[in-house]
């Protein structure tokens, strides 16, 4: 398997095997780009395609700058914690992986306690906390939250991938007269990157997609975030729902998303290199 | 795991060099202390600043009579919701509801991660398309996916369920809830690993392929094992959120025929039916499940958990 | 990839965090004041803002006050329990930020219980009374007194296929019986209800127990009424679910699926509310066989349960209430007249599809052009009846919805006692909700 010599038939297996996965990712997906393409009269038709493909539900969200404010928000908000959390999670996760100190367990099981709490009981004291400190309803009122959710996840992915680095590499780091705060720099992080940018995925990709906090943190659209706007998506009437809008919407705020994932899939690159392995 | 690379024997040969050694271990240890907490300090503080409060509370609300609307009936009552909500039909079949989702989505998420995290990891094409577009579904925003599925299965309406209804039926309604919970987390699995399969060193793959062992050899005996922390992560994460199944429900079926799951009534209680009493037990209920599962986790895979048993 | 990237990230990271900072203390500044950097008061509306042209009215009201008030609208979920959700939990922590409130009609008590908002007295509550529907200031009524302002109403109507159907039916029994000649026929024949477990179903069962003049909760909201009027209203929703006349989707339908089942030919009656003929003439603009569905639909009042006896449909609609924790009371309440005059219900009509609660309006020409079914609407509106009034409508409802699903298998003397005895439990604040 991994002493791959690219013959055509190895090539047309891996082909099958690509195609299968594009099905199963995109099948469900180009069904709600084809809801987001009918207009009112075919959506209803339990088509696959639409037959009068529309742009109506596009240009009526591009028109509305309730939803480009809140893509705005979004971007800002979601980079920023992702950037946060990372730096948080991966300075935890060096030292729950490498070095001995009291309360590591503690630590480690804590985070997870906080991982596993629902959501929906902390949401009403969150907000009377923002309310009363005055950061309901701003960028930092989600951004602390979304930090404080996403760092379980990061110091748990993390660490589990700091302690299968080679360790050999840092120590000899330290030998030429590093500190352990070099070695970590200089050595383990690029070693850590895969687990690091998956790392940045997920946490980008739980933050774009959450629900709950946007909703209940906010009020105005200087800083509701993509899936909360899309829950204020009005039909033309009170029972209609915005079924093409809602689908445009959920189109458009994934690209962000691919776009991010193309730049990053490349980091996490396909097993250490043989050198790297010999300490 | 790197132990083996310290040269066995030193330590006999050289009992001055122990003594030194011993000196500045301990000098070491104390700094590697400081670092420790120091590398640590802001994600515990910025953890325990936001959620201490709010789950302390949560516990403390699950002890009292607590209802929004009538605020002068409020009193503790010490565990009388617990037995109210552990002596209801309504609490254990949204349980069952939610274990069947669970465990058979965990499952199915593992074995479909893992086929998709090897084919993303060695495909020696379109590596970076097959990479991206896996990763979609888990992009797409759970409650958009959640209605497209819904109008895919509704009679009539979509594609897929044409002159059925499915949705009107307990256990059709909850195999399409797993399929929309399973298509949408498969990459968030498969994501994780992934990174793991990129810690396996090529060397020793290659190394076992050159001793005769076979591709299922080499992946149950090598791959498996190295992975075995990733494996933990991802299925750990992957439970505690597949428990807290909400989004799904709420949109596909609402809850109706027994498909309720506990966040849902969770949710009814707290949010609809603003009794924070049961509504916080509830929660609290949720939150010792997940916390068994859990623990049942990290003791079956005993020293791949983060912070046990690692040396250097 | 080695030292930069981390100190970068550092020093990015305190300056947004600053950013952050000074957005916040701004932020705070301003709403400190309590006003616009002009000095007029704001008055921040939560609820129905959103609403189709009522931009218009908003910015028509700002310019009749001249400076005593401007209305800032401000967005809201668009489903129902969504919106409850915010309001309250913002009220809940006495937030000064919302001043007037568009209520659903069925969290009047419940908001006025809590003390979230204010009694309309005096000339208000006159005004707000004068030329209304009498059954609509019912839904914002709580223990007789006044807590809403009528804002805008709704009941169901039956629609149906007008060559399928000669003379629209006027009870349930004849209707399904129809119903199933049609499909001995091998006609299109369903009839569409709301039967998903959710709000419309409460909706729709109201509205056939209140025809029967069965209640759930007496007046005061302490005791549950369920008896034998219960048992009829059940047994016909089963009699209705287990026809054959109903679709397979039953127990999956809101809204937008009995619309569906109208628009796709295959029921030939559909319960829904008067939207159904706006929203078939625009899917008929873009597709021949909504079309053909369009100039087919015809409209009658919802049939009764008793023959010669009026149906009591259940009214829909938002009242506006004014925060108690609102600095500006007296504008608010300027506003919330300003933005419901008859002229102004009118507009909603026509552009967001609302119709008013002003009894003038329905004669409007306009309005008559607009909404041809609007004599039947009236009909009905007149004799209309309210959803449970009680500060647990949530819970009632919650329980009604869960205990009534699916449709099919209800047993009516059973499903009664269940429904009583949760009830009572709710009431008295016992039990949990499924």
New interface residues.
Partial sequence: MSTAVETPRRKLAWSGANLIVLVYAFIPVLWIVSLSLKDTGTLNDGKFWPSSPTRDSYSQIFNNPDFLRALVNSIGICAIATVCALVFGTMAAYAIARLEFPGKRLIVGVSLLIAMFPQIALVTPLFKIETAIGIFDTWLGLIIPYITFALPLAIYTLSAFFREIPWELEKAAKMDGATPFQAFRRVITPLAMPGVFTTAILVFIACWNDFLFALSLTSTSRSRTVPAALSYFQGATTFEVPTGPIAAAAVVITVPIVIFVLFFQRRIVAGLTSGAVKG | ??TQ?LPPGDAEVEPEGVRIARQRHSDG?K???????L??A???F???A??A???V??FWLSLN?A????PD?NEFIGLDNYV??LS?P??WTAFGVTMFLTVLGAAFELVLGMV?AI????????R??????????????????A???R??W??????L?G???P??GMWSSLWIILLAEV?KT???MA??L??????????L??AA?MDGAS?WQ?FWKITIP?MK??I??AL??RT?DAF?V??NIFVL?????NT?SV?M????????????G???T???L??LS??II?FIFIKLFGAA????G?K? | MTDRPASSRRTRRTRYAARGLAVVLAASGLAACGGGDDGIPVVNLYGGAAAAGFDKIIADCNAQADGAYRIVGNLLPSDADGQREQLVRRLAAKDDGLDLIGMDVVWTAEFAEAGWVREITGAAKEAAEEGTLEPTIATAEWKDKLYGIPKHTNVQLLWYRKSLVPTPPTTWDEMIDMAKQLKADGKPYEIGFTGSQYEGYVVGFNTILSSYGGTLVNDESTQATVDGKTVDALALIKKFATSGVASASLSNSQEPEVFAQMQQGRAAFILNWPYVLSAMRDAGSGDPKSQEVYDDLGYAPYPSVVEGETPKVTLGGMNYGISTYSKHPRETLDAAMCLRTPEHQLQTALEAGDPPVAEAVYTEPEFTEAYPQGQDMLTELQVASSRPISPLYQNISTIVSTTLSPPAQIQPEQTARQLKSSIQDALEGKGILP
């Fill in positions: 795991m790197t690379t240890q700094a590697e202390r400081r670092l420790g907490l590398l640590c802001p994600a515990v910025i953890m325990l936001v959620t409060y709010p789950i509370y949560a009579r209802d929004l609307r009538t009936a109210t909500v209801s309504i609490w998709l084919v993303m990891h060695r495909t020696i094409i379109g970076g398309l097959v990479r991206t577009s896996a990763l979609v579904p888990y992009a797409i925003v759970t409650v958009v996916a209605f497209s599925w109008f895919a509704t009679q009539d309406l979509g594609w369920a002159d059925n209804a949705l009107t298509w498969v990459p968030f994501l994780l992934m990174a793991g399969l990129a810690l396996v060193p090529e060397d793959l290659k392929s591709t080499r190295l922390p990733a933990l992560v750990l994460f505690l807290r909400f989004d079926t609402s809850g109706a025929n309720s966040s009534i969770g949710y009814n209680n707290l949010i609809g039916g603003l009794n924070l049961i509504g916080s509830i929660s609290v949720i939150f997940i916390a859990a958990a983060p912070g046990e690692e250097r």
